[in-house]
């Protein structure tokens, strides 16, 4: 079994897409590690803000099997691709890890954002704090201890989530 861990966001209609990308993944991967939800001002463009978070599971899929299924997932939730990288998103899935893996064949990863994002390192350090990134040779938890926290701003929000 391979060890992944996913981004999720979504500024379009945000509750609603937050708990269906959830239902989604655990209908394909089974029992969830979720971080806390992140609320956030959007990145690279002016738009609504975004939830975030980071979700850890296993899957006995493969690395580009893992792509796909994130792909339809979002897609199935009414994601709209488009030319713009920075754009409002109903719902956005990135495979930040899985397991130890480096490589730029279908993805990258580990995914490049961990190291600039902090609505992708604050969650990651939360589930996965003690990992250690392959590259960097640090745990995601001293990644975050280091992160210059002025850059951008995020706060945790109540949130609850139950599988169906």
């Known amino acids: ?26 209908r394909n991967f089974g029992a969830l590690h979720l971080s806390s939800l992140f609320e956030s001002e ?27 299924r994130l792909k339809d997932i979002e897609n199935d ?16 899935l990135d495979l930040l890890l899985y397991d ?7 993805v990258q990863l580990p995914r490049g954002e961990i190291l600039y994002n902090a609505f992708v390192l604050w969650p990651l350090a939360e589930v996965a704090g003690d990992l250690q990134h392959p590259l960097e040779q640090k745990t995601y938890a001293q990644l975050w201890h280091e992160f210059d926290k002025s850059k951008q701003k995020l706060w945790t929000i109540p949130f609850s989530w139950t599988p169906e």
Request: aromatic share 6%.
């Open 1 to 26: 079994m391979a060890q992944i861990y996913i981004s999720l966001g979504s500024n379009v209609d945000r509750e609603l897409h937050t708990r269906a990308g959830l239902h989604a993944l655990h």
């Open 42 to 68: 959007a990145v690279g463009f002016d738009g609504k803000p975004f939830y975030n978070m980071v979700i850890g599971a296993q899957t006995t899929l493969t690395m580009p099997e893992v792509a796909k």
């Open 77 to 92: 939730n009414g994601r709209v691709r488009g030319d713009k990288k920075f754009a409002p998103r109903t719902l956005d």
């Open 100 to 106: 130890d893996l480096v490589t730029d064949d279908t």
